[in-house]
């Protein structure tokens, strides 16, 4: 999902067609643009919006075209251009190499397999094995990633889940005591590898691992390429009282995490994702078990009484997850399975990565009125 130029001369001026796209509604449309860096500017950036066409193309069997322009202005410097930040396999190997190294006694990274092309496909299980109540079962939630290599957004969420638990953060440190946590952050390693976009036939199919313990959560994480905000899909249930239940999480993630949206969240059963993991695993599982899609935007997100975008960043895709992780212990407490006796001023207290900056204070902020009338639809 991106390319590279070099040779290029000082004050060249160029644009880029993209062609083949088959989406009428696009993000395009709204604002968003790809993103670049170079040998001299390191770091990622979006091109200015203005400078970002999305058209129908007779030329291209009407499908879409999305045009860029850009002005190169350093010849010796190496341009590299991404349809969204870039999560490279690499990336993934380094980082959960140095999560080994720091030698933490509630994490475990296991190999489950290889992929077809030999590329490694890891498990991360955070739990503390010290805590075990005779009692009380410890839940298990289950969490993927990546399973279309193109949706890079995913793997900052993914990351941001798994910077929070493993954190010394007190609400880390109560869900490690009465959760099991599984994640496997890239289920198709192999189509990250060769920058392909949804196409996963070499990833050798859906994982399924058999555990000791009973389900309760899984979570399959995703990117989307027409919508704002985070959100999410779950399943249809003909029992009513089931149906109030799956939407307890997604309203509890609401108040944690600005960017999520309540109102973009809905349950089907269409024909259409019948093979998603959600649908999928929900098909599997009793009905105590809990099954989702999480979304996020390729670009960008509104806050609740706001109309302005604000595009996504790589630390606020990372701090989507980080609040994805903290709303357990709100779910465990709502349901009484977790006892909260954490001072006030824990409970109130930041979010920060582990491996990204300080700043991700996360408050529990107002909704719009569609996220509350869509609450009171579900309720009644």
Same mark, same amino acid.
């Given at each position: 999902?991106?390319?590279?130029i070099?040779g290029?001369?000082?004050?060249e001026?160029?644009?880029?067609n ?5 989406k ?22 979006r ?13 291209h069997?009407?499908?879409y075209v ?9 010849e010796?410097?190496?341009y590299?251009?991404?349809?969204c930040?870039p999560?490279?396999?690499?990336r ?11 030698n ?9 397999g290889?992929?077809v092309?030999q590329?490694r496909l ?32 995913a793997s ?11 954190s ?10 009465h959760?099991?946590?599984?994640i ?5 390693p192999? /189509?990250?590898y060769? &920058? *392909?976009?949804?196409? %996963? $036939? ?6 399924v +691992?058999?555990? @000791? ?9 995703h990117a ?5 905000? /985070?959100?999410?899909? &779950? *399943?249809?249930?003909e %029992? $009513?009282?089931?149906?109030q239940?799956?939407? +307890?999480f997604? @309203? ?12 973009n969240?809905s ?19 009793d ?6 899609t999480?979304?996020?935007?390729f ?16 630390e ?17 407490k ?5 006892k ?6 824990i409970?109130n207290?930041e ?5 990204g ?6 408050g ?6 569609s996220?509350?009338e ?7």
């Amino acid at each position: 999902m991106s390319f590279q130029i070099r040779g290029c001369h000082s004050s060249e001026r160029v644009i880029f067609n993209v062609v083949n796209f088959s989406k009428t509604k696009s993000l395009y449309r709204d604002g968003m643009s790809p993103v670049v860096k170079s040998t001299s500017r390191p770091k990622w950036q979006r091109l200015p919006a203005k400078n970002v066409y999305y058209y129908r193309c007779p030329d291209h069997r009407r499908n879409y075209v999305m045009s860029f322009a850009f002005c190169f202005d350093r010849e010796d410097d190496v341009y590299q251009f991404a349809y969204c930040y870039p999560y490279t396999y690499s990336r993934l190997q380094h980082y959960l190499a140095s999560l080994e190294r720091r030698n933490l006694p509630y994490l475990q990274r296991d190999q489950l397999g290889l992929s077809v092309q030999q590329r490694r496909l890891d498990l991360l299980t955070i739990t503390n094995s010290d805590h075990q109540s005779p009692e009380r079962e410890k839940k298990l939630v289950f969490l993927t990633a990546r399973v279309h290599p193109g949706e890079s957004p995913a793997s900052f969420v993914c990351q941001g889940v798994i910077d929070f638990l493993v954190s010394q953060h007190p609400v880390a440190q109560v869900l490690r005591d009465h959760v099991i946590f599984k994640i496997v952050p890239m289920l198709n390693p192999d /189509g990250v590898y060769l &920058g *392909n976009y949804r196409y %996963d $036939e070499v990833s050798g199919g859906f994982v399924v +691992v058999p555990w @000791r313990v009973s389900l309760e959560f899984y979570i399959d994480v995703h990117a989307h390429s027409t919508m704002l905000n /985070g959100f999410m899909y &779950g *399943n249809v249930f003909e %029992d $009513e009282e089931r149906v109030q239940r799956q939407a +307890v999480f997604p @309203r509890l993630l609401c108040q944690n995490a600005p960017d999520f949206s309540f109102s973009n969240t809905s349950f089907n059963r269409d024909v259409v994702k019948a093979g998603t993991g959600r649908r999928f695993l929900g098909g599997l599982l009793d009905d105590t078990s809990y099954c989702y899609t999480l979304e996020v935007s390729f670009y960008s997100y509104m806050t609740a009484g706001s109309t302005a975008t604000v595009p996504y960043t790589e630390e606020t895709y990372m701090k989507l997850g980080r609040n994805v992780a903290r709303t357990f212990l709100d779910y465990y407490k709502q349901n009484n399975f977790i006892k909260d006796n954490r001072p006030t001023h824990i409970q109130n207290s930041e979010v920060t990565s582990q491996t990204g900056s300080s700043n991700g204070k996360v408050g529990v902020v107002g909704r719009d009125s569609s996220d509350r009338e869509k609450e009171k639809s579900i309720r009644h």
